[in-house]
């Protein structure tokens, strides 16, 4: 099973996402740490976007082929880019979508925080939330508060089918 979690900088992606790794024990894949890995130097120009979100989708493609679970966090705001995920994972195993939204002035004071791998401010957070691209797909939508990860995860757990 692939789970893509998706949303806006600051929606609480990675603190969500890494936890319902370990949940589902899955593999775990995070869009900003991948990008640290394998440019020293980060522009985020369109080439180096899609040197990481290819080597998210092969990464998914061999969880699926080892029947592993597997989770991928990126904002995914290009309906380009969901498109060519779910055209070259949609028929070879389960995937699912969880979007997270989070008020604005929650993602507002998230952003001021050091984070250890994203570099997304508030600024880059608007300029994001300019170019996103709806998703029209099923799909979960989490809203994400300072304080209800464990309902956040009961119901991605429901969602993925795992717990009634």
Do not use: C
């Amino acid at each position: 099973m692939i789970v893509f979690v998706f949303g806006l900088p600051g929606t609480g992606k990675s603190y969500f996402a890494s936890r319902l790794a370990k949940r589902i024990e899955a593999s775990y894949v995070n869009s900003d740490r991948l990008r640290k890995e394998l440019f020293e130097q980060r522009t985020y120009s369109n080439h180096e976007k899609k040197v990481v979100y290819d080597t998210m989708l092969d990464k998914a493609k061999k969880a699926l082929a080892m029947d592993r679970n597997l989770v991928l966090d990126a904002t995914f705001h290009k309906k380009e880019t969901r498109d060519a995920f779910m055209e070259q994972l949609s028929d070879q195993g389960e995937v699912f979508y969880i979007e997270l939204h989070s008020v604005e002035s929650t993602i507002k004071e998230r952003l001021k925080k050091s984070r250890p791998f994203s570099e997304a401010d508030f600024e880059v957070y608007k300029l994001i939330q300019q170019q996103w691209e709806p998703f029209s797909g099923k799909h979960l939508v989490l809203e994400s508060t300072n304080k209800n990860i464990e309902e956040m995860l009961l119901k991605a757990s429901q969602y993925l089918g795992l717990e009634e």
